[in-house]
């Protein structure tokens, strides 16, 4: 079965100081990766995705993510936090099927400090 | 493009009523949908899968009669929560199954007092 481990609950960064929210992934085929962020009482908003082809993909707001088949990671990145940032992170996996829908990971929490 | 709407954003209902929740694909036409709950803090579970002109098949632990789910068009899938209790407050979400991603909508919070 397909499951999605983000293996910290929480994590509290500097502004400006660099970022990297771990997931690793358990998927049967090639699977199709995504990020998500949201913030309190909000939608999910799409960060970035990984279909095929480049394993390091970049997003919105200076994120990216690189793919790790060997690792069964993809671990989204950026180089210098903004206060913007906090919220809640979520890593979801899925695949080209039709009804396969995405499952998510349990969520990373980002707090940025002055 | 690839917009989903859900609607209402909120609602605020009585222990014992129904409320039903849609979720329409806005311009692009979606052969299956996702209906997936939040509860506070805590990341989306997938309740069901729902497919134009079926069925809906329903996640382990999730009860179908109590959460009732239409699929009547390619444009369009409706959630109704039946005989709402205060623990079935939650943020619900749907997406819809593009050609290689689900897109999401933008949630309706139900608070059942």
């Known amino acids: 079965a397909q499951s999605v481990t983000q293996p910290d609950i929480h994590i509290t960064v500097s502004e400006g100081a660099s970022l990297e929210l771990r997931c690793n992934y358990s998927y049967g085929a090639t699977p199709y990766l995504f990020w998500y962020v949201q913030s309190p009482g909000q939608g999910l908003q799409l960060l970035l995705k990984?279909?095929?082809?480049?394993?390091l993909v970049q997003g919105i707001k200076g994120f990216e993510a690189e793919f790790k088949r060997s690792q069964s990671s993809f671990n989204l990145r950026k180089p210098s936090v903004h206060w913007s940032d906090a919220a809640e992170y979520f890593c979801?996996?899925?695949?080209?099927?039709?009804?396969?829908?995405?499952?998510f990971g349990k969520g990373t929490r980002l707090s940025v400090i002055a | 493009g690839a917009v989903v709407s859900q609607h209402p954003s909120w609602v605020i209902c009585k222990s014992g009523t129904s409320v039903k929740i849609e979720c329409r694909s806005l311009?692009?036409?979606?052969?299956?949908m996702f209906w997936y709950r939040q509860f506070p803090k805590q990341s989306l579970m997938l309740m069901a899968t729902s497919n134009e002109g079926s069925k809906a098949t329903y996640e382990q632990g999730v009860e179908k009669d109590k959460f009732l789910i239409n699929h009547a068009s390619l444009t369009l899938s409706t959630l109704t929560v039946t005989s709402a209790h205060p623990e079935d407050s939650s943020f619900y979400i749907c997406s819809a199954r593009g050609d290689f991603e689900q897109f999401f909508g933008p949630g309706t919070r139900l608070t059942v007092l």
């Open positions: 990984y279909f095929s082809g480049d394993t």
């Open positions: 979801a996996v899925g695949g080209n099927s039709g009804n396969t829908p995405l499952v």
């Open positions: 311009d692009f036409q979606a052969t299956t």
